[in-house]
C-alpha cells in the first residue's frame, strides 16, 4: 500500500539556518504530493504541493520538488524564522480510485530559536 | 468563518461511555473525511463520504465506531464503548473537486478517554 517516511525530529534550528526536512514515498500510479503544516493549537493547513514528476511546489519561502525516481518530496527553506516553529507533515494522494484520501508520514516537529 | 469546524474541541469521557463528534465541512464541499492522529503520529485515514454516501472506511474503524452525512452536509462520528487507545485527535476534512483539489482540515477534536 501507499506509504510516506519522513526524517524523524526533532528539528531545532538557529533563525536564519537552511532547512531540509526529507520526505520519501512508496505508492503506485502517479501521486500528487503536499507538505501540510501545523502551527501550535491550530489546525493542517496545506503548505504546497505538487502533482506530477519535476513539478517544485512553494509558498512562504518553501520549496519541494517532485522528483519521481528517487521517490522523494523534500522540504527545504533557505532562511527560517521563530515563526515556522511548527510540526511539518509530507503527504500523498494516489491518482489511483475516486476517494482523494491523503497518506500521511508521522510528522516533524520544528523549533527555531532566536 | 468559513472553514471547516469541528465540535466539541476537546472531550474527556470514562471508558466505556458513548462519544459522538460533529464536522460541519466548508459549504460547497462534496466530499468529507474523518482522520485520527495520536501523539507523535501523522493523521490516518478513517472513512470517506462523498455528498452523503460513506463510499470507503478504513480498517481502522472498527464496529464501534459509526459515522454518518445526513443530506450530505455536516457529519457526525460517533465511538461506542470507549476504550483508552481511543484517545486521539479526531479530524475532519472537506474538499470539492478532482485529485489535484486541497482538503481542507478543522482543528479537531481531542478525545481522552480516562
Known amino acids: 500500500g501507499d506509504s510516506v517516511t519522513q526524517m524523524e525530529g526533532p528539528v531545532t534550528l538557529s533563525e536564519e539556518a537552511f532547512l531540509t526536512i526529507n520526505c520519501t514515498y512508496t505508492?503506485?500510479?502517479?501521486?500528487?504530493l503536499f507538505w501540510y503544516v501545523q502551527y501550535p493549537g491550530e489546525g493542517l493547513q496545506l503548505l504546497l504541493k505538487?502533482?506530477?514528476?519535476?513539478d517544485k511546489g512553494s509558498n512562504k519561502g518553501f520549496e519541494a520538488t517532485y522528483r519521481k525516481e528517487t521517490t522523494s518530496f523534500h522540504l527545504e527553506k533557505g532562511s527560517v524564522q521563530v515563526s515556522d516553529s511548527a510540526v511539518y507533515f509530507c503527504?500523498?494522494?494516489?491518482?489511483?480510485?475516486?476517494?482523494?484520501?491523503?497518506?500521511f508520514g508521522k510528522g516533524t516537529l520544528l523549533t527555531v530559536n532566536p | 468563518d468559513t472553514g471547516v469546524s469541528q465540535d466539541p474541541r476537546h472531550k474527556i469521557t470514562k471508558r466505556g461511555q458513548n462519544v459522538t463528534f460533529r464536522c460541519d465541512p466548508i459549504?460547497?464541499?462534496?466530499?468529507l473525511y474523518w482522520y485520527r492522529q495520536t501523539l507523535g503520529q501523522g493523521p490516518e485515514f478513517l472513512t470517506y463520504?462523498?455528498?452523503?454516501?460513506?463510499?470507503?472506511k478504513s480498517r481502522l474503524l472498527s464496529d464501534r465506531f459509526s459515522a454518518e452525512r445526513p443530506k450530505g452536509s455536516f457529519s457526525t462520528l460517533e465511538i461506542q464503548r470507549t476504550e483508552q487507545g481511543d484517545s486521539a485527535m479526531y479530524l475532519c476534512?472537506?474538499?470539492?473537486?478532482?485529485?489535484?483539489?486541497?482538503?481542507?482540515f478543522g482543528q479537531g477534536t481531542r478525545l481522552t478517554v480516562v
Open positions: 476534512a472537506s474538499g470539492q473537486g478532482g485529485t489535484n483539489t486541497e482538503a481542507f
Open positions: 503527504a500523498l494522494r494516489n491518482s489511483g480510485g475516486s476517494n482523494y484520501k491523503l497518506t
Open positions: 459549504s460547497e464541499h462534496n466530499r
Open positions: 463520504f462523498q455528498n452523503e454516501a460513506q463510499l470507503e
Open positions: 505508492a503506485t500510479g502517479y501521486p500528487s
Open positions: 505538487a502533482t506530477k514528476a519535476d
